[in-house]
């Protein structure tokens, strides 16, 4: 069974609520087991706030988790905390960094196998200038590279060049390096986790009209072409620059396996109004499988019961798939054959031998 790693994030706020109405469901046991990272104490009082019939067993470490049962693994001892739901306050943050930090010490030791994270917010910055729970679990696994963040619903999977930038500074963070960067994770998270073999991606233009005209911008022109133009030629299927209106009208979209698109509302306006509340935000980019729901810790109606549960859920769902297909990628590269053919171009007609490669790099 498949262990899903999955922390209490804000306890001001729907966390534990999606979490303990996602496995109401009883067949959730019979495709992962659940270890809940957080505090029984407080599980307990949103479970009785909500009338909640899910019952999990208190586990103190990773080794007495046992499948076919919602472990809560204990990472507070006897500590109480308080939860005042709807309000944002520094030992929430605490203590969603605790859980978390729990998590990420058992994943990395192989105990368990994906994260799915319950939503939280840094309403402080960490001491180092940490102010995400992505940045802060990209140094805690150790990321080479910078996660990009895959907002996912059914087939439409939708990228960010950049993140949560004021639009002012989202001009000057699209270069040509920051695109292809960008670009190339997407491209080996599509073929690894999502197992697509030749993905196809829409890249959206930063402008309107696709920098129809000259008075809107030169970004297309002097950045995000050339950048595809060199991606393209290293085997990454990407087309466009295409303007967003014209992508998200009459279904355009469903002809791509994914989509850049160059700043966050771009991106995640039209995916909220496709993915109809049931979106997964997923990591990629990390050594680790890594997914949350497309949401906040919505505040206004914390404790009330009438959060949906669908977007966690399916982040579960999204977790297991990518793990398997990991695996499965990994397993059928492990051992690639030689690779055997006559180059065209060479007069001796001389047998060539080339080593199989998946990976893009550039």
Request: glycine share 6%; proline share 4%; aromatic share 8%.
């Amino acid at each position: 069974m498949i262990r899903i790693g999955i922390t209490q994030g804000d306890i001001n706020g729907i966390g534990y609520e999606i979490i303990l109405k996602t496995f109401e469901a009883e067949d959730m046991l019979d495709i992962c087991t659940p270890v809940i990272y957080g505090s029984p104490k407080v599980a307990t009082y949103h479970r009785k706030t909500i009338n909640s019939p899910t019952n999990f067993v208190v586990r103190e470490t990773i080794d007495q988790v046992q499948d076919k049962s919602i472990n809560m693994i204990n990472c507070f001892g006897e500590e109480e905390i308080k939860v005042e739901y709807g309000t944002v306050t520094p030992e929430a943050q605490t203590a969603a960094v605790t859980a978390l930090d729990r998590a990420l010490e058992d994943l990395s030791a192989g105990k368990i196998d994906v994260l799915v994270t319950a939503p939280f917010n840094f309403s402080q910055p960490t001491a180092d200038g940490i102010a995400s729970q992505t940045e802060y679990i990209q140094k805690k696994v150790v990321a080479e590279k910078k996660p990009l963040t895959i907002m996912m619903a059914g087939t439409l999977r939708i990228a960010l060049a950049t993140d949560n930038l004021p639009i002012s500074q989202v001009s000057a963070a699209i270069t040509k390096e920051t695109v292809i960067e960008r670009m190339v994770t997407l491209q080996n998270t599509l073929k690894r986790d999502f197992y697509l073999d030749n993905p196809r991606i829409a890249v959206l233009a930063l402008n309107p009209k696709d920098n129809e005209d000259e008075f809107a911008g030169t970004e297309e022109k002097e950045v995000i072409k050339p950048a595809m133009e060199e991606l393209f030629n290293h085997g990454v299927r990407c087309f466009g620059p295409y303007a967003a209106d014209y992508i998200f009208s009459d279904d355009n979209f469903k002809h791509f396996d994914a989509i850049l698109a160059m700043y966050h509302d771009q991106g995640f306006t039209p995916f909220k109004a496709l993915a109809q509340g049931e979106g997964v935000n997923y990591t990629a980019g990390l050594p680790i499988v890594a997914t949350s729901p497309a949401h906040g810790n919505e505040y206004e109606i914390a404790g009330k019961g009438e959060a949906s549960e669908a977007s966690f859920r399916n982040s579960i769902y999204a977790a297991i798939d990518a793990l398997r297909n990991r695996r499965r990628y990994d397993s059928s590269h492990a051992h690639p054959l030689r690779r055997q053919y006559y180059e065209k171009r060479d007069d001796s007609d001389k047998l060539k031998l080339d080593q199989a490669t998946e990976e893009t790099t550039l």
